[in-house]
């Protein structure tokens, strides 16, 4: 697909209502088209996307178009299982935070980017959620955690998105896609087939990973003693020009802490904003900002499946939250592929396909 032909795809396929409500609002409609151009290939928000496949220089390759799944199709599979809202099309549940990114001395050596210069300290805003697309989940249950954070230094910014575990659920945008298809309540019995998700979970194996590792875990006793993972591959560059494939993870300094069954059933459904506020009265909840490395033989572009555990691993700082904040963070959208100099997104096509469904998911906020 040609670029020009990549730039139109996903700015197409906003549906006409998500058009007429960004049309309505000036701000919002560069804003939408934005980042649903980034999803195409269209805006450059950083250096080249590279690396396709493995971490060698002679396999780089740009970013292709996110599939051939359109974005709105996408958020459109969430809720066919969720239900329409207003809130986010995924981690709908969720509440903001704000404090501060502090690099380490050795960041330096695996990235360029200025928030990572030794010392440096850079402000943060940020959200903590619960995982899938219902604004009312349950804080008890055995799904994901997830965690968006922002820092902007000057014209430089980092989007993280990661979740508590590391495994994704889907390897491309069709698959994703097709997961939550698969599970839409028919329309007459208003229940799952269960037959049918049991023979897509067969054709595809790597959709259940997940599922299998969460129901190994514990709850998590709060959203600051569980590890979050970009599941993403990224590359570093350094300023002697050496380019890292990664991928990252917030580890807890409080450790890891779950709870047990009994423990989870009698929190009930609401409790980790409580429990994070009681948390914070006492001290900023912290974590390190782990970069494990790449090896010559790692794939890049498959998020369902973690590389070893034996990879080198690089503490690049810390990550101090401090406060919960009002729920502005709500209007804002959490891009992973907007990165500052000295970071690039790989070739994984989940990750090229989230910026025009978070688009979408955007405007559809945003409808009156």
Not at 48 to 60: D, E, L, Q, Y
């Amino acid at each position: 697909m040609r670029e020009a032909q990549r730039c139109s795809y996903v700015v197409n396929h906003l549906t006409e209502t998500d058009m007429t409500t960004i049309k309505r609002r000036p701000v919002s409609r560069l804003l939408i088209l934005t980042l649903a151009g980034t999803a195409a290939g269209c805006v450059s928000t950083t250096e080249p996307n590279v690396m396709a496949g493995k971490p060698t220089i002679a396999n780089a390759t740009p970013v292709a178009a996110a599939a051939q799944t359109p974005p709105d199709q996408l958020v459109d599979a969430l809720n066919g299982v969720f239900g329409k809202h207003k809130a986010r099309g995924s981690h709908a549940k969720g509440f903001c935070m704000a404090g501060e990114l502090e690099a380490s001395s050795n960041a330096a050596t695996i990235t360029r980017a200025s928030l990572f210069q030794p010392g440096k300290r850079t402000p943060i805003i940020g959200r903590f959620s619960v995982g899938g697309g219902n604004p009312k989940a349950a804080d008890n249950g055995k799904s994901v955690r997830g965690i968006a954070v922002r820092a902007v230094d000057g014209n430089q910014r980092l989007d993280w998105i990661f979740i508590s575990a590391p495994h994704f659920f889907a390897q491309t945008p069709e698959q994703f896609a097709n997961f939550f298809k698969v599970r839409a309540p028919d329309s007459a019995t208003g229940k799952m087939n269960p037959e049918a998700i049991a023979a897509f979970s067969k054709a595809n194996p790597a959709t259940t990973k997940q599922a299998a590792y969460l129901a190994g875990q514990p709850v998590p006793a709060s959203y600051g003693t569980v590890p979050y993972f970009s599941t993403n591959t990224f590359i570093a560059t350094n300023a002697a020009g050496k380019m890292q494939p990664l991928r990252w993870r917030f580890e807890p300094v409080a450790g890891r802490l779950g709870l047990t069954d009994d423990e989870a059933k009698a929190k009930g459904s609401e409790f980790l904003r409580t429990e994070l506020m009681e948390r914070l009265a006492k001290g900023p909840v912290v974590f390190n900002v782990i970069a494990q490395l790449a090896r010559a033989d790692d794939q890049l572009i498959d998020p369902t499946e973690p590389w070893p555990a034996d990879r080198t691993e690089v503490n690049t700082g810390r990550l101090v939250i401090d406060r919960i904040t009002d729920q502005a963070c709500d209007r804002e959208t959490f891009l992973p592929t907007v990165l500052p100099a000295g970071l690039a997104t790989s070739a994984d096509p989940i990750l090229a396909a989230r910026d025009g469904a978070y688009a979408v998911s955007l405007s559809r906020r945003l409808t009156p």
